[in-house]
T-cell receptor, first 114, second 111 residues
Framework: EAGVVQSPRYKIIEKKQPVAFWCNPI?????LYWYRQNLGQGPELLIR????????DSQLPKDRFSAERLKGVDSTLKIQPAELGDSAVYLC????????????FGQGTRLTVV | DQQVKQNSPSLSVQEGRISILNCDYT??????FLWYKKYPAEGPTFLIS?????DKNEDGRFTVFLNKSAKHLSLHIVPSQPGDSAVYFC??????????FGEGTQLTVNP
């Protein structure tokens, strides 16, 4: 069974430029998460989707970050414009709905803003 | 507010010995906990979980202990193997909500 697929794996951009990340979750997983992991820290949730609906986006910096999950499957996360402090690993995860669910992570996209 | 805290950034053990990774939490609403392992340039991989109604869960070489009164959990790896060298994250969750992760502990198992 294929896991969570993310692309690109690495991205280097200049500050003020836009960038987008793509995620394909595990088939059948209704819940999709975007996490950001800064160096030396644990992942922090940016947004959580249940099907197409963003049910938890309280940690998403909405002035520059946006996300969408059309048709309740694939998702994209966009940053526009990027800032130096956005350099991090962006992780996508998916899970089944229900109690005590386990989130399965993709390999992540390492973003470097210069 | 750091709801999940792993106070040891690193741990080094000899192959064959026990590794004990610790985690403290403050959120009493967490009803389950998970441990993830992360190798460089890869995403976190699920290792083992425990419900808040239990105090122990075992899976092969891995055992997680939960002390609710102390708001503390630990992961025991016995025996430790060089391939276990990775960053270990604990996470707390409430059903239908987000997972909150600790900062991680780098485990190094020396041959």
């Amino acid at each position: 069974e294929a896991g969570v697929v993310q692309s690109p794996r690495y991205k280097i951009i200049e500050k003020k430029q836009p960038v987008a990340f793509w995620c394909n979750p595990i088939s059948g997983h209704n819940t999709l998460y975007w996490y950001r992991q800064n160096l030396g820290q644990g992942p922090e949730l940016l947004i959580r989707y249940e099907n197409e609906e963003a049910v938890d986006d309280s940690q998403l910096p909405k002035d520059r970050f946006s996300a969408e999950r059309l048709k309740g499957v694939d998702s994209t996360l966009k940053i526009q414009p990027a800032e130096l402090g956005d350099s991090a690993v962006y992780l996508c995860a998916s899970s089944l709905q229900g109690p005590h669910t386990v989130a399965f992570f993709g390999q992540g996209t390492r973003l470097t803003v210069v | 507010d750091q709801q999940v805290k792993q106070n040891s950034p690193s741990l080094s053990v000899q192959e064959g010995r026990i590794s004990i990774l610790n985690c403290d939490y403050t959120n009493s609403m967490f009803d389950y906990f998970l441990w993830y392992k992360k190798y460089p340039a890869e995403g976190p991989t699920f290792l083992i979980s425990i419900s808040s109604i239990k105090d122990k869960n075992e899976d092969g070489r891995f055992t997680v202990f939960l002390n609710k009164s102390a708001k503390h959990l630990s992961l025991h790896i016995v025996p430790s193997q060089p391939g276990d060298s990775a960053v270990y994250f604990c996470a707390g969750g409430t059903s239908g909500s987000r997972l909150t992760f600790g900062e991680g502990t780098q485990l190094t198992v020396n041959p």
